[in-house]
């Protein structure tokens, strides 16, 4: 039987060979071809459109599909691609198209991919350490809420678990499926050039005007426009779907590309990122998100605590000096004028309003332990229980939203998770022996700080593609010290203990 196997094994090799080797001229090729042409056609005229939509995602979506699941390394990049683009692309799409389930499908295959993978080589080492340990603690907070009593509606908890629940699992996909240098290098690479895209989109938003369907969008929702044409100015969004967003992408690009920096890369690299961050840093005011601004000083003052030395800390007295002189200036330029409001804030009318719906909301916190439900607040709250009281409530800070929905008991989770995985990529910072490492280290906990301290005043980790790059960060915190170690044990073998590992590796 086994002979069986191998030899129709070795056939069906011999006939794929034979193709490739004639270049697809084999007969069997463009016969092939025809039939499908006929088939295509014939679908076409009888479903119109539908039919075309149906052929495009079989020649192009099952190939994708396979690809995410069989080379996970695709569908990550695929993943982070797709949390880029999906608002952008859902401008131009009508309403009722499900762009959602797009992203929503590839996180459930790279799921699918990772337990295929997983049940081949067992290896459950990668987990443990107290990071994925407290993820896997606030996921299952997160889907016992399913049964929270006072939730309005059980719908509301399926639409906001997808993209602050099952989003986490993307967690354990990065750390499992990501095992060299370079392909983290290749992931910051593919970051920043996405960065690169929504900012010169920014850009262009500002300077040129926006596109046709970028209007259609953004004039289709009074509301929206009350909410970004703010003292005569449009707030510019991007490729994304918010101001918020936006900005803080810009922020988490600058960030990785000031911690680039310090690298052993050549000059030409060095001033590349340099203008790069600048660049990030100037399109990120035509977002007049004022939250944003006071995150670049907070994540200096932190590298230079993390990576004292006297280039830091000249670096870092420099940014002061130019950032105080930036905020005490006067000026007339509108875009400077909210950037200096930022570090006002008791002068600024928004932010008293936020603190008093937070001093408004705290009773309900502190009589609700676990909350009022996922979903509560925000658009699924209005749209599944547009009557109760938290549909009403802007959340604002995405701590607020956690204590509202979760309660306290979801807050003080949610916060030790953020104090274990700061904890644990401090250690991590200092143990890594491997110099490229450490610095990858050091811009993940970067990012990751700013993005706290961003959660405060906005709502930091519930939009795409943030939510994806805040646990891909935390991700690579994990791969960085994992590496490192196998680095380290390799080079304490003897030669001949390397030649045997390569030999049956």
């Known amino acids: 039987m086994q002979r069986d196997q191998t030899g129709n094994r070795e056939v069906k090799q011999t006939f794929w060979q034979k193709i490739i080797d004639q270049k697809f001229s084999n007969p069997v090729v463009p016969f092939s071809l025809l039939i499908f042409s006929l088939l295509s056609s014939f679908v076409v005229y009888k479903l119109g459109i539908i039919g075309s939509v149906g052929i495009l995602a079989i020649i192009i979506g099952l190939p994708t599909l396979f690809a995410i699941v069989a080379y996970p390394k695709i569908g990550i990049i695929v993943l982070i691609l797709a949390s880029f683009f999906i608002n952008y692309v859902s401008e131009f799409l009508p309403d009722e198209v499900p762009i959602g389930t797009l992203l929503d499908g590839i996180t459930y295959l790279l799921i699918f991919g990772f337990f295929i993978k997983q049940r081949k080589e067992q290896n459950w080492d990668y987990f443990k350490n107290p990071i994925s340990y407290i993820i896997i603690i606030w996921l299952a907070y997160n889907l016992i809420e399913v049964i929270n009593p006072v939730a309005p509606a059980i719908l509301a908890w399926v639409y906001t678990v997808r993209t602050v629940g099952f989003i986490m699992l993307m967690y354990f996909v990065f750390v499992f499926q990501i095992r060299s240098v370079s392909f983290i290098k290749f992931l910051f690479k593919l970051w920043l ?30 509301l929206r426009v009350s909410l970004l044409f703010i003292e005569g100015h449009m707030r510019k969004f991007g490729i994304f779907s918010d101001p918020v967003t936006f900005s803080y992408n810009m922020v988490m690009a600058s960030l990785l590309c000031i911690s680039l920096i310090m690298t052993n890369i050549s000059q030409r690299k060095k001033i590349i990122l340099g203008f790069m961050a600048a660049f990030f840093l100037y399109v990120m005011l035509y977002a007049g998100t004022r939250a944003a601004y006071v995150l670049i000083p907070s994540a200096l003052l932190m590298l230079a605590v993390l990576k004292f030395n006297k280039k830091v800390l000249i670096f870092s007295l420099m940014a002061g000096f130019f950032l105080g002189v930036l905020i005490v200036m006067p000026t007339y330029n509108p875009l400077i004028k909210r950037f200096q409001s930022a570090f006002k804030p008791s002068d600024d009318p928004s932010y008293n309003v936020r603190a008093e719906n937070q ?88 990012i990751i700080f700013a993005l706290n301290v961003g959660n405060f005043p906005q709502q930091a980790f519930i939009q795409y593609p943030s939510n994806i790059l805040f646990y891909l960060a935390i991700a690579i915190l994990v791969i960085c010290k994992r ?14 203990q390397k030649s045997l590992i390569s030999k049956w590796s």
Not at 196 to 216: D, I
Not at 483 to 496: F, G, N, S, V
Request: proline share 7%; glycine share 8%; with cysteine.
């Open 193 to 222: 050039a996405l960065a690169c895209v929504a900012a010169l989109s920014a850009f262009q938003q500002e300077n040129f005007g926006f596109f046709p369907f970028e209007k259609r969008y953004l004039y289709s929702d009074p």
């Open 359 to 446: 001093k408004r909301i705290k009773p309900y916190i502190l009589s609700h332990p676990i909350g009022g439900g996922l979903g509560s607040v925000g658009i699924w709250g209005r749209r599944f229980a547009p009557n109760s009281m938290l549909a009403k409530f802007p959340p604002d800070s995405g701590f607020v939203r956690v204590a509202v929905e979760m309660g306290w008991v979801g807050l003080i989770l949610f916060c030790t998770l953020l104090f274990i995985v700061l904890y644990n990529g401090i250690n991590f910072f200092y143990l890594i022996k491997n110099p490229e490492l450490k610095t990858y280290c050091l811009a993940m906990l970067l």
């Open 483 to 496: 590496l490192d170690e196998e680095e380290q044990i390799a080079e304490t073998k003897t030669p001949r």
